[in-house]
């Protein structure tokens, strides 16, 4: 299975049940209340509180992420269903915190810069060195640089964890993963994050455009159906070509062997 095979099954795998899309947008629009409220509520406690309940709904979205991948790498073409939200819950801990470990690398170049913005500002209040504001830029660069890196990386950390049965250990065992991506293939790793960044782009703008048509009538309206059609869907098809790139050199892998047993 090649990357083109990979992206043209997982663009069409979420329109196979868009009562799933729906189900699975209504979490992210619950998941994201807490940005919603801030134009409809004035009421900082209650911004907080819907804030603590979108994000744990949240974590069903990345669980649900997460049985797509599981339901993939199983051979399974339909979506999977909503159900045991308990493990969808705890599967979606597991992906968050994947997510986080990762991450804190960035997150500490960040800090870094930030801090010294802060020590800057107390030391010196009148003025803020042009230095500590350079500084703080190329922080939040590099940051970014090693988040757009390590991002396919992580995926295929995720990928693994699903492939080991949910084992959280998997996420974090690099040898493994980066063998698994020597199998895939560096390029194919690359070519398929450049085509799904690509994809996630226009499909956003797309959406973005259509539904930003419901602005005249309500600005939020515009958000929500964003939550609740384009950004489900570009996640099944993240989760989806994730999976499948994964067991992509296995499948050609298998129809080799099936092929040799044939012709013998």
């Not at 619950?30 to 911004?47: E, F, K, P, Q, Y």
């Not at 293939?185 to 085509?195: A, E, T």
């Not at 799904?196 to 600005?219: C, D, K, N």
């Amino acid at each position: 299975m090649d990357i083109g095979d990979v992206v043209s099954d997982a663009l069409k795998y979420p329109l196979s049940d868009w009562t799933k899309i729906l189900m699975l947008g209504i979490i992210l629009v619950i998941a994201g209340i807490g940005n919603i409220s801030r134009s409809l509520v004035a009421d900082s406690t209650l911004i907080s509180v819907l804030g603590i309940i979108g994000f744990i709904v949240g974590l069903l979205g990345y669980g649900y992420f997460f049985r797509i991948i599981k339901s993939s790498l199983a051979g399974i073409s339909e979506l999977p269903s909503f159900d045991d939200f308990v493990t969808m819950f705890i599967d979606g801990i597991k992906v968050a915190v994947v997510g986080f470990v990762y991450s804190i690398p960035a997150i500490i170049l960040i800090l870094i810069f930030a801090a010294s913005i802060i020590i800057s500002v107390i030391s010196n209040p009148s003025s803020i060195p042009i230095g500590a504001l350079i500084g703080a830029g190329v922080g939040i660069i590099l940051a970014m640089l090693y988040m757009l890196i390590i991002t396919p990386i992580i995926a295929v950390a995720v990928a693994n964890m699903a492939y080991n049965d949910s084992e959280f250990s998997a996420a974090f065992r690099f040898s493994e993963i980066f063998d698994k991506i020597g199998t895939i293939g560096w390029g194919n790793l690359i070519l398929w994050y450049i085509v799904t960044i690509i994809v996630y782009i226009v499909i956003a703008a797309v959406g973005g455009i259509i539904t930003g048509l419901f602005s005249l009538i309500s600005p939020v309206l515009t958000v929500v159906l964003m939550a609740l059609i384009v950004t489900p869907y570009l996640q099944m098809y993240v989760a989806r070509s994730v999976a499948l790139l994964y067991s992509s050199q296995d499948v050609i892998y298998g129809s080799q062997q099936a092929g040799t047993a044939h012709s013998k």
